[in-house]
T-cell receptor, first 115, second 110 residues
């Protein structure tokens, strides 16, 4: 059984650029969530994908967008990067269901630095 | 607005002592509660989940939930230097996403 994998692990961009982060979910998990974790803070929910559709979104602007593919892998795209977008971006997969009993399994994260 | 609050710490305890980590939440509709551990520069990993009032024990870890007081805690017995990390409390309202607290940094001193 493979865990959640993310790429790239580190990247540096400049303001105004665009970035794409990728995530492969844990085997058997068809729900993927993305979180932004700024230094010294807890993860903040960006959005969740289930069956290739967005299934919930946090308080992030539209320049944060995503996709989920038929194999359950996912992408997070951020346009018009701002300095405050510098953070650790975490992908988490889980089993489907709304009971809340399905825990999140996190990938190692992608650390984005915006200069 | 859903909020989860934790003392930011750092909380320092000597090796072998009990570490007590606390978390309060604002949404009375919260149904599921989780504790994650995050080592510096790493991703969060699940330690405990708890869904009902009372205590739940797993090895050296005990989670305690009091829904009436909107309070959840994590006790770590016989603390070890390897327990030094940031502990994140997460809360789920039925059918919605995980809401994380800011985390408490724990330092276990040898």
């Amino acid at each position: 059984e493979t865990g959640v994998t993310q790429s790239p692990t580190h990247l540096i961009k400049t303001r105004g650029q665009q970035v794409t982060l990728r995530c492969s979910s844990q085997s058997g998990h068809n729900t993927v969530s993305w979180y932004q974790q700024a230094l010294g803070q807890g993860p903040q929910f960006i959005f969740q994908y289930y069956r290739e559709e967005e299934n919930g979104r946090g308080n992030f602007p539209p320049r944060f967008s995503g996709l989920q593919f038929p194999n359950y892998s996912s992408e997070l795209n951020v346009n018009a990067l701002e300095l405050d977008d510098s953070a650790l971006y975490l992908c988490a997969s889980s089993l489907p269901g709304t009971s809340g009993a399905n825990v999140l399994t996190f990938g190692a994260g992608s650390r984005l630095t915006v200069l | 607005q859903k909020e989860v609050e934790q003392n930011s710490g750092p909380l320092s305890v000597p090796e072998g002592a009990i570490a007590s980590l606390n978390c309060t939440y604002s949404d009375r509709g919260s149904q599921s509660f989780f504790w994650y551990r995050q080592y510096s520069g790493k991703s969060p990993e699940l330690i405990m989940s708890i869904y009902s009032n009372g205590d739940k024990e797993d090895g050296r870890f005990t989670a305690q939930l009091n829904k009436a007081s909107q309070y959840v805690s994590l006790l770590i017995r016989d603390s070890q230097p390897s327990d030094s990390a940031t502990y994140l409390c997460a809360v789920v309202v039925y059918g919605q996403n995980f809401v994380f607290g800011p985390g408490t940094r724990l330092s276990v001193l040898p």
